[in-house]
């Protein structure tokens, strides 16, 4: 239809000439009208359906009560299965007499109709909204209503508007016939007989399927770098500052009892894997190893923030428990006995750093981590 | 026109035998026989948003300074890849929505697996000869889990950022070649540059062509072999019993299509789904308490934290903690699910076919089995929030998960006595039903006659119990 808007004249017009292929706007409304009639025509006699319905409570619950199941069938049911797969054998289940036959059309057409007409409706309150830049909740919901509208209209289709009937076909022999089978494996053997060196395309055949195979495989090695550079890194270097994350060094006054800091080693500022939780707590609580006794001036102990468990960033201090915890899973570490795990997954203490302070105050890196920082892996230990 | 065509095609395809053997092709009509196609038309409308999403995102790993329409995270650092997603949900009409959607959709997809899953289960479809169609299902929804993480891995997130740090921390937990592997997939310790693009790779290239592929297979192979049927009347193992594909199937299945792509849509306008503008921009040093994975990875997460500290030293080889619960306990699971049918099979030693279901107070010991299984994993998957359950109880997460060690075991144990003995008990009833029935239809009884009193259309049946 072309976009002018038409002038019933004019379609009367093309009406006259007899040309009635011609789209026009008169017949479509006038379709329209008879369809909206018909529509309205359902939706009266539905009226008066309900009203005959109470009056027919005991067909109805004949119709929905179907029979009870039968006991579990054998390998071989009860009843044989159809020799043909035709439609005719198929068992009607709609009602049978024609007031019900009828019902079911005007339910099923006022049904479809409406759901049709919501789904249009909203379809092109969709478009509308999409053009006035709508909100999420506008274009959700009418995107929904047209889909979902559409989904009704073709669900009452297959409710009440489709003869309902209910199939019964034989299965399918799933297994082969044996003398098939053989003929394949005559055709198989005779087609081997036929090739000469069979024996060459077997192994070479394979070898090249495996070297081939090896050599894609290799191309996957350049996805990533050796890990044995990196995981295996204790981070800092004896004498490196400790830095915020703004590259301020810290000194032995930046803290109070109780604070803490994120610091990074002065040549990988704000790396993930660098992360350390610097801490001040009372000198006179601490319980390091005696091998660490002096790793903790004035009470500053330095740890991986990296979880020895899954790698989260260990972000939580509880200073009353000297506690360090990370909240993914929710492990603790002791900070005043080395950061080892006192509750939750984790089983391996935070890496420690060795920390001293220089003459005018700067705290440094006494060395790298005690460990390998982050989560385990089969040769950390080494 | 339709038939223009169609007698065009014949001609040169010569299809009209197979098109009027599938029109025909029956279908059985149950409910539980819908959930799997709530999977199918889920991965469609994954795949139709999707190819939209992919048309905005930009899986790059490359920082920027954001200046961006969403003024709360102006002049932030953040990857491309993020910046992108806030360009979807802020800057493109509709853009929100088909990403809410595409969510949404994912978590129904898996939902209506496992769902499907667990109705294959319970009425033993997985039997001889459908043992094929079970493992490639199974696979399907390994692929799933695993694309749906990839999915919200990629935003570049800080939500996203600490679940990939657990998926390397476990990746490079696997003893021997877990350095390897975790450097091979994450292109390097995380966050790292080249991760993204090779998670975007997987999931939009990779796996889901890997899930058409067995997707059709597992259509082909039903086409082929017919559904089962629910025991009834007139269904036997030489029959099968249902509605045919045209029209009535196709417009029922059509139009469930359109209602779960109506819900999706619903969900997608409505209810908020991976707020990343709320999370911020990944950043190695912020936190984000209470992470949780989406609901489908919540049992391993639940294992982890219920899992004890406990590493395992060979020698001076180390297997991390976060190995058995991240990793070998969710293969163990999925291991046996997969042997599930050979098991039973061995286990009933029976190998003949079946095309007619099972209930599940039929099979008393593999109903309570599977519930059990069921309910550990639920506690699990609880588990998996307890840091949020004790904020919200006020109660210490030290003890919530103590007792949680115990109930993930004891609720199972328990379920499966309830669930045996339910099922023994409908049993019982069963076979008392069936010698009353056997009684009546022998012996003549007594019947009321028509006009002595209301005709309701069904017999009431008094039980003895």
């Given at each position: 239809m072309s976009d002018k808007p038409v002038d019933p004249g004019d379609a009367r017009a093309a009406e006259e000439t007899g040309a009635k292929k011609e789209p026009s706007l008169t017949r479509d409304l006038a379709r329209l009208g008879a369809s909206l009639w018909h529509f309205a025509g359902a939706m009266v006699s539905i009226g008066a359906d309900l009203l005959e319905t109470a009056r027919n409570v005991e067909q109805k619950v004949d119709a929905l009560t179907s029979p009870l199941p039968a006991d579990e069938p054998g390998i071989d049911g009860p009843i044989a299965p159809p020799a043909e797969t035709d439609r005719d054998s198929d068992r009607d289940l709609g009602p049978a007499s024609a007031p019900a036959r009828l019902r079911r059309l005007r339910w099923g057409t006022a049904f479809a109709f409406s759901a049709f007409a919501a789904a249009i409706v909203a379809g092109i309150g969709f478009i509308c909204f999409y053009w006035t830049r709508g909100t999420n909740e506008q274009l959700g919901v009418t995107l929904a209503i047209a889909l979902g509208g559409t989904g009704c209209a073709l669900v009452f289709y297959a409710r009440w508007l489709i003869r309902p009937t209910e199939a019964i076909e034989p299965r399918p022999e799933l297994s082969s016939a044996e003398e098939e089978r053989a003929a394949i494996a005559h055709t198989y053997r005779s087609a081997a007989e036929d090739t000469h060196r069979r024996t060459l395309l077997q192994w070479m055949g394979a070898m090249t399927v495996g070297v081939l195979a090896a050599g894609v495989v290799s191309l996957l090695r350049s996805l990533g770098s050796n890990p044995d550079q990196t995981l295996y890194s204790r981070v800092w270097k004896h004498g490196e500052r400790l830095m915020t994350i703004d590259s301020n060094p810290l000194t032995i006054h930046s803290l109070d009892t109780g604070g803490t800091a994120i610091v990074f080693p002065e040549s990988s500022v704000g790396s993930e894997k660098t992360q350390t939780v610097l801490i001040r707590v009372n000198p006179d609580l601490l319980q390091l190893p005696s091998a660490r006794s002096d790793w903790a001036p004035l009470g500053y102990l330095a740890y991986s923030r990296v979880c020895t468990h899954a790698g989260c960033a260990v972000g939580m201090y509880e200073a009353e428990q000297n506690l360090l915890l990370c909240p993914c899973h929710q492990s603790t570490f002791d900070v005043l006995r080395g950061?080892?795990?006192?509750?939750?997954?984790?089983a391996r203490p935070l890496p420690q750093l060795p920390l001293y302070a220089d003459s005018d105050g700067t705290l440094r890196a006494?060395?790298?981590?005690s460990e390998p920082t982050g989560p385990g892996f089969w040769g950390i230990d080494d | 026109m339709i038939e223009a065509v169609g007698r065009a095609l014949d001609r040169r395809l010569g299809m009209a035998r197979f098109v009027r053997e599938a029109m025909n092709h029956v279908f059985p009509d149950h409910w539980s026989f819908m959930i799997g196609e709530i999977a199918l038309y889920a991965f469609a409308i994954l795949v139709i948003t999707g190819i939209y999403l992919a048309l905005f995102f930009n899986a790059s790993d490359a920082e920027v300074v954001y200046h961006g329409s969403y003024h709360a995270l102006d002049g932030l650092r953040m990857s491309a890849a993020y910046e992108s997603s806030l360009h979807l949900s802020f800057g493109v009409p509709a853009g929100l929505l088909i990403r809410q959607m595409h969510h949404w959709a994912a978590d129904i997809f898996i939902a209506a697996i496992v769902a499907h899953l667990a109705r294959i289960f319970f009425t033993a479809a997985y039997r001889r000869p459908r043992e094929l169609n079970w493992l490639i299902g199974l696979t399907l929804l390994v692929l799933a889990v695993g694309n749906g993480f990839f999915g919200y891995s990629l935003l570049g997130d800080l939500l996203s950022g600490a679940g990939l740090r657990v998926g390397y921390a476990i990746l490079l937990s696997i003893p021997v070649a877990g350095p390897w592997l975790a450097f091979l997939v994450f292109g390097g310790t995380v966050p790292a540059n080249g991760m993204t693009p090779h998670m975007y790779a997987m999931h939009v290239v990779v796996i889901p062509a890997l899930i058409s592929l067995l997707l059709g297979i597992h259509l082909a192979i039903i086409w082929r072999q017919r559904h089962t049927n629910y025991p009834g009347p007139g269904r036997t193992n030489r029959t099968i019993v249902g509605s045919r594909l045209w029209p009535s199937y196709a417009a029922k299945s059509l139009g469930l299509f359109f209602l779960v792509f109506g819900v999706i849509a619903m969900m997608g306008g409505l209810f908020q789904i991976d707020p990343v503008w709320i999370y911020g921009p990944y950043n190695p040093v912020a936190i984000i308490p209470g992470a949780q994975p989406d609901w489908y990875l919540g049992w391993v997460e639940g294992a982890i934290r219920l899992f004890p500290g406990v590493n395992l030293h060979l020698g001076h080889w180390l297997v991390p903690e976060l190995f058995f619960p991240g990793l070998l306990f969710p293969a163990l699971v999925f291991l046996a699910l997969y042997l599930w049918p050979f098991f039973a099979e061995t286990l009933s030693l029976d190998d003949r076919q079946h095309h007619v279901l099972l209930l599940p107070w039929q099979q008393p010991f593999n109903t309570a089995f599977g519930c059990a299984v069921f309910m550990f994993l639920l506690v699990l998957l609880v588990a998996g929030a307890d840091d949020f359950i004790a904020v919200m109880t006020d109660s210490s997460v030290v003890t919530l998960r103590t007792l949680l060690r115990i109930l993930v075991f004891v609720i199972p144990a328990l379920t499966f006595v309830v669930v045996y003995w339910l099922c023994l008990r409908r049993r019982a009833r069963h076979a008392q039903d069936k010698v009353a029935d056997e009684a009546q239809s022998t012996v003549p009884q007594e019947r009321p006659q028509a006009g002595e009193g209301p005709s309701l259309g069904f017999t009431v049946r008094v039980r003895p119990d």
């Open positions: 950061a080892v795990p006192t509750s939750g997954p984790a006494g060395g790298g981590f | -």
